[in-house]
Structures are given as C-alpha cells and as structure tokens.
C-alpha cells in the first residue's frame, strides 16, 4: 500500500494566487523529505531537501521565497508556491527517507501533484 | 559535475520480446536504485543495487550493477503491456537522488 501521500493529487489555480501541497509519511517517521518538479516527458528535477525542525536546502536555481517548504513535523512537508504564474504549472512530487521496519534509508515517492495555474 | 545517460530514450516493442535499458554515468555511485513511473503517478522503487558486479532478480526484471559502480542495466524478459513505463535510474550520494532522463517503454499487446 502506499507509504507516503499527497494532498491535493490536482490543483487548478488563477495567475496571483498561492497554492500549499502537502506530504505525508503514513506508517513511518521521514526524517528527510524531498520535493521534486517534474515537466511532461522529462525526468524529475530536485527542487529542495527539508529535515523536521530545520529550513530546507534549496538546489541552485530554485526560488525559496516563490517556492516555501515546511517541515513541521516527521510525517508532514508542505510546498507552497506562492504567486503562482503559468509557468509554475507542473508535476509536483514528493518524496519521504526514513527506515520502514528497521530497513535502510530509501525514498519512498507520493502520488504527485498536478498543479495548473491559468 | 555527475554525467548521467540512460539509454535508449523510447523503446517500443511486441509483448512477449526483451528488453534492456541502460544508465551510465563518468562517477562511481554509492548506491543506484531502478524507478518505474506511470503517467501521473509518482515513481516506484524497483530495486536498490549497491555492491560492484551485482545483480538482482525481480521476476522477470534482472538488474545489474556494472563492476566499477558507474553503469547500470535493466533487462526484461518476456515483456508485457504491464511493463509500460517510464524506467529511471536514480544514482544515490548524500542521500539525495539524480535521476536520468530515463526511458520511456511501451510494450504493445
């Protein structure tokens, strides 16, 4: 079953506003979690790695202040894109790191994100 | 800066044919771990290889980690239209993942 969800899985939005996605952890504690940006027929681009309680490392050519993430806690990370434009329409993933079952650290990915701003 | 291809882009082929797909890379990776991704859905683990010259079976997918720990392969035997996808390899260090372009397969019935 899957580990780690994502809420919206779709989102439609007008050109100004912001829009909050968010990713759950649903039977472990993901001590990383990372967001991702994914454009049609392309691969998956890492946009930012967030630990619980600390501010997330942003990869170079990604806007922290368009694009804020939360970790508030082991099983949540929240992405909001704030003043989303067209340009922000895009596949959004996440994905969580933490040991299910006493296992090894591997990311376990979300469902996605559908983000459409017209 | 960490080169990495995955070879070929598209691959098409009749239901009950091979296939293999490849990642390459000019760094020594920690760890590599094999993704499938169908559209509008997020990636699935297949398998992570670690140790040089391993290799691992999961049904019908055998994936090989090349003795240097810079190439991977994927190789499917016996495809079927459940094996259409978006294959990405996604080498591991620090913890963070770099994804291939990755290849795209469609197995046709």
């Known amino acids: 079953g899957a580990v780690v969800s994502q809420h919206p899985s779709r989102v439609i939005c007008k050109s100004g506003t912001s829009v909050k996605i968010e990713c759950r952890s649903l039977?472990?504690?993901?001590?990383?979690m990372f967001w991702y940006r994914q454009f049609p027929k392309k691969s998956l681009m890492l946009m930012a790695t967030?630990?619980?309680?600390?501010?997330?490392?942003?990869e170079q050519g990604v806007e922290k202040d368009k694009f804020l993430i939360n970790h508030a806690s082991l099983t949540l990370s929240t992405l909001t894109v704030t003043s989303a434009h067209p340009e922000d329409s895009s596949f959004y993933i996440c994905?969580?790191?933490?040991?299910?079952?006493?296992?090894?650290?591997?990311?376990?990915f979300g469902p996605g994100t559908r983000l459409t701003v017209l | 800066t960490q080169l990495l291809e995955q070879s070929p882009q598209f691959l098409s082929i009749q239901e009950g044919e091979n296939l293999t797909v490849y990642c390459n890379s000019s760094?020594?990776?920690?760890?590599l771990q094999w993704y499938r991704q169908e559209p509008g859905e997020g990636p699935v683990l297949l398998v992570t290889?670690?140790?040089?010259?391993e290799v691992k079976k999961l049904k019908r997918l055998t994936f090989q980690f090349g003795d240097a720990r810079k190439d991977s392969s994927l190789h499917i035997t016996a495809a079927q239209p459940g094996d259409t996808g978006l294959y990405l390899c996604?080498?591991?260090?620090?913890?963070?993942?770099?994804f291939g372009a990755g290849t795209t397969v469609t197995v046709r019935a």
């Open positions: 760094s020594v990776f920690s760890s």
């Open positions: 994905s969580a790191s933490g040991r299910r079952g006493g296992g090894t650290d591997t990311q376990y």
């Open positions: 290889v670690v140790t040089g010259g």
């Open positions: 996604a080498p591991s260090n620090d913890y963070k993942l770099s």
């Open positions: 967030s630990n619980e309680g600390s501010k997330a490392t942003y």
């Open positions: 039977d472990f504690q993901a001590t990383t």
